[in-house]
């Protein structure tokens, strides 16, 4: 069974950067698709970015258009964690931010496995 943990979630001020983190236990997935998605209370979850493996040792990353930018992706397939490089945060981006994973998309459809979230808050 793949466990999905995130870390570094916390407060910053607009402007600010954060980096989260993903550990992925139980499993190898460098080939699966995994990446990350954020909910606020009383809307539906959204994804944010995702990273897939195309071909051999290669991977390919995509983005929601109001991240593109601003966030990056990336995997460390030896360590199994995936992190999510966030700059430039604006209040709207405060959320609850969860990692996911699937052995073919997460953006596609509904991931097979889900972190915990951990919750990013932006300050004005």
């Known amino acids: 069974q793949v466990q999905l943990v995130e870390s570094g979630g916390g407060s910053v001020q607009a402007g600010g950067s954060l980096r989260l983190s993903c550990a992925a236990s139980g499993r190898t997935l460098s080939s699966y698709a995994m990446g990350w998605f954020r909910q606020v209370p009383g809307k539906e979850r959204e994804f944010i970015a995702d990273?897939?493996?195309?071909?051999?040792?290669?991977?390919?990353?995509e983005y929601a258009d109001f991240v593109k930018g601003r966030f990056t992706i990336s995997r460390d397939n030896a360590k199994n964690t995936v992190d999510l490089q966030m700059n430039r945060l604006k209040p709207e981006d405060t959320a609850v931010y969860y990692c996911?994973?699937?052995?073919?998309?997460?953006?596609?459809?509904?991931?097979?496995?889900w972190g915990q979230g951990t919750q990013v808050t932006v300050s004005s």
């Open positions: 996911a994973a699937d052995q073919q998309s997460i953006r596609y459809r509904l991931p097979d496995y």
């Open positions: 990273t897939r493996r195309i071909g051999n040792n290669a991977y390919y990353a």
